[in-house]
């Protein structure tokens, strides 16, 4: 799964669009110093002040007085023989902040630029040092420093290697890496689908490495062709596991920082068949804990892997009956770290077992106690403050379109909210590790404050965000949030964007915005809500613009309503949509016959559906990079919502847009990029095919290499929103009538 957003802000994921956030982004940005935060916040020991990045200087700010201490200028940052400075990227400061390690000359591996140079400058001796050095440049990924801060370990070429910082001596821990097999980090489709990056972990004491091993030995590539960088055409190999393949083994094992043989634990399962999308050490640096989940993704296991014998024993274990999230689902698609309390006694747990998604602590032994209570779903922690006593989260019961932070107490309870009631819309924390200041920003479709710094728990404003209001031309109406109940029984969360000057006795054009699938919602209370980046004057052109949200959205509604999904993408979601539109469209402003749909990705597998299995509804439709081909997608993915294809295929076919392809009766604008490797170009020929063959009049706009976000080269983004923009007047005229 990958979204546009996480493109614009490296933050992130199947195939989703969000043109709203996307078009804010566009128009306003991010202020400088909030957008470090999110990337690279590193806090003082007492919590009150935190480290950025600032034209190249590493700034010192306390948070309640705003007061900023230069840390390391960039003028420091020049090697011996060189011109330039250091740039800075990213940085991390060792526990006692004497020493700090800079990334440098980054590139991106699939989605982040997690490969690059690193560096070493020390405060105390003001000295800096390039690590790894001899190894291929712009090839170290993911530098950590020792628990003690004496060796750095990072991961090159698919191996791991430790670096003594005294002696510079560089040892090779892992020597079989390969394009292949992957030690310290993932293949394509870990990352992609589970948020899984980096791949190794320091020991608490700092005697040891555990790493992952993945095996792509067997997964085949999917050959993308670059037909325009060259004289000659070559082929752009990606590993890429479809739907019904075997996914890549995995295995974890233990090495010591000093070098020598591996330890592998034995983790009982075939290591094909399973997943082990997380693991960590305990505190005592005697065991990790590892989740590991069946093919399905419906059963997960926590285990704990004796380090010195290797030996796995399941401590807790849980089954659905469609499928498990991990943590990356509710923790902005990072899976990494593991929530011990008790002095590694206990852990943190979320799980949706009695139908909402809940805060559980659960013993060593297993023994689990439910924390948050009531008929609600936790939407993702901010912080657990063991010291206090409280868990800050993020939820909102009432409304399933906006979010606010909560707290509760560890020992569990009713929770209360903290954020103000006077504040509506939707909420962004990052709670520093003591508990005492957070970094928030909220917004709603008018309006968008950034970077405001607060104390907690008494909620006092230390420095005043940046505010921005929307700006509306002369005569536009405000988005209105709406439900719908459709001719099934279920009510359905949407949002309308009127056009200007909007008269209600008049009949007006409407475009429907959908995604569908369970990786995003659309349906959510943010700044820039009903704009298009694509058609910037859909309302001062005359369109209504309309987004519905149907069952299977990754929405606050409990687990019923996001996993009904479950074998029914394509199908049900599809139903949602176009039974919500024929309510919509018996609204007397709407015209029914100027009905238009669009959507990106899984959006754009939603519109092919909708224009196939609903044509007498739908009678225009863009589709943009869309999945055509439900078994042509990744393995992680799919077979998470639809089940295995080589055990039931029939899902997979039935939901797919190529097997309805026959039932166009509109105007279709089908859009993709060449070089898109997540969802492969190979959709759009699935489709060409169909519509060939059963005579159906299309139109086509092939991208030359651009990737799934359509962002490259000179000219695209203008050309994409003027091809949408006049398609969309040509075959769904505007204005009222």
């Not at 974890?252 to 000093?258: F, R």
């Not at 993020?394 to 929770?415: C, E, H, I, R, W």
């Not at 996993?563 to 007397?588: C, F, H, T, V």
Request: charged share 20%; with cysteine; proline share 5%.
């Amino acid at each position: 799964m990958y979204s546009i957003f996480r493109t614009l802000t490296s933050a992130g994921s199947r195939y989703v669009v969000y043109p709203a956030i996307a078009l804010l982004l566009l128009l306003t940005g991010f202020s400088q110093v909030f957008a470090q935060h999110r990337q690279s916040t590193q806090w003082s020991a007492d919590g009150y002040s935190f480290y950025t990045l600032e034209k190249g200087d590493i700034i010192k700010t306390d948070s309640r007085t705003g007061a900023k201490t230069l840390v390391l200028g960039q003028d420091k940052l020049v090697l011996p023989g060189q011109a330039q400075p250091v740039a800075v990227r990213r940085f991390t400061l060792s526990a006692d902040r004497s020493k700090i390690l800079i990334m440098s000359n980054t590139r991106r591996v699939w989605r982040y630029d997690t490969k690059g140079d690193y560096f070493l400058y020390d405060l105390a001796s003001a000295s800096l040092k390039q690590i790894g050095k001899g190894l291929p440049g712009s090839s170290l990924m993911f530098a950590k420093l020792s628990p003690d801060d004496s060796k750095v370990a990072y991961v090159s070429q698919h191996n791991v290697y430790c670096e003594d910082l005294a002696s510079g001596k560089i040892t090779r821990l892992t020597s079989d890496g390969t394009d292949r097999v992957i030690n310290g980090t993932f293949d394509w489709a870990y990352e992609e689908e589970f948020g899984c990056r980096d791949g190794f972990r320091w020991s608490p004491d700092g005697k040891n490495i555990a790493y992952w091993q993945i095996d792509a030995t067997h997964i085949r590539n999917y050959l993308m062709l670059n037909t325009t960088d060259s004289l000659y055409s070559f082929a752009v190999p990606v590993e890429y596991p479809k739907a019904g393949e075997d996914p890549s083994s995995c295995r974890i094992g233990i090495v010591s920082a000093e070098g020598g043989q591996t330890r592998w634990m034995k983790v009982p399962g075939d290591p094909v068949q399973h997943y082990i999308p997380r693991m960590e050490w305990t505190p005592d640096s005697k065991e990790l804990i590892i989740q590991q989940l069946n093919r399905l993704q419906n059963e997960s296991k926590v285990m704990l892997c004796d380090a010195k014998a290797g030996t796995a024993r399941t401590i807790y274990s849980e089954k659905d009956a469609a499928w498990i999230d991990i943590k990356s689902r509710w923790n902005e698609d990072d899976p990494s770290g593991w929530e011990w309390l008790n002095g590694g006694k206990e852990f943190i747990w979320v799980s949706e077992k009695d139908g909402w998604r809940h805060i559980y602590r659960v013993s060593r032994t297993g023994k689990e106690s439910l924390i948050t209570k009531g008929n609600y779903d936790m939407m993702s922690i901010s912080l657990i403050d063991e010291k206090g006593g409280l868990i800050y989260f993020m939820a909102s019961p009432d409304n399933a379109t906006q979010s606010y932070l909560y707290s509760v107490k560890l020992a569990g309870g009713k929770a209360s909210r903290v954020t103000p009631q006077a504040e509506s819309g939707t909420h962004d924390y990052e709670i520093s590790p003591s508990g005492k200041v957070a970094f928030h920003s909220y917004s709603n479709t008018m309006k968008l404050v950034q970077g405001e710094i607060l104390s907690l728990p008494d909620y006092k404003v230390l420095q005043q965000g940046q505010s921005h209001t929307m700006p509306l031309p002369p005569g536009t109406p405000p988005v209105e949030f709406f439900k719908v109940k459709t001719g099934d029984g279920v009510e359905l969360d949407g949002w309308m964007a009127k056009p200007a000057n909007f008269d209600p006795a008049k009949k007006y054009p409407v475009l429907f915005y959908v995604y569908g699938e369970p990786a995003s919602q659309t349906v959510t209370d943010r700044f820039g809500q009903g704009r298009n980046r694509l058609y910037n004057d859909l309302a001062q052109d005359g369109y209504i613009y309309i987004s519905v949200e149907n069952r299977g959205a990754p929405a606050p509604k409990g687990r019923e309503w996001r996993k009904s999904i479950y074998k029914n993408i394509g199908i049900l979601n599809i139903r949602d949509q176009a039974m919500a539109a024929k309510e919509i469209l018996k609204w007397p402003f709407v015209d029914s016959s100027r009905v238009a749909v669009w959507g990106w990705s899984g959006g754009g597998s939603s519109t092919l559906n909708l224009m196939f299995q609903y044509p007498e509804i739908y009678k225009t439709g863009i589709a943009v990079a869309a999945v055509g081909s439900q078994l042509s997608y990744d393995n992680i993915y799919q077979e998470r919502y639809m089940g295995n294809p080589r055990e039931d295929n029939a899902p997979f076919i039935k939901g797919s847009p190529i097997t309805h392809a026959k039932d166009l009766r509109g105007n279709l604008l089908y859009i993709h990029g060449t070089g898109d490797d997540n969802v492969h170009y190979q959709n759009a020929e699935l489709l060409i095919n169909e519509l060939v063959k059963y005579n159906k009049q299309f139109q086509l706009m092939a991208y030359p290499n651009r990737t799934h976000s359509i962002s490259e080269g000179e000219g695209t983004s203008e050309h994409l929103s003027t091809l949408f923009t006049n398609y969309l007047k040509l075959h769904c005229p505007p204005g009222g009538r």
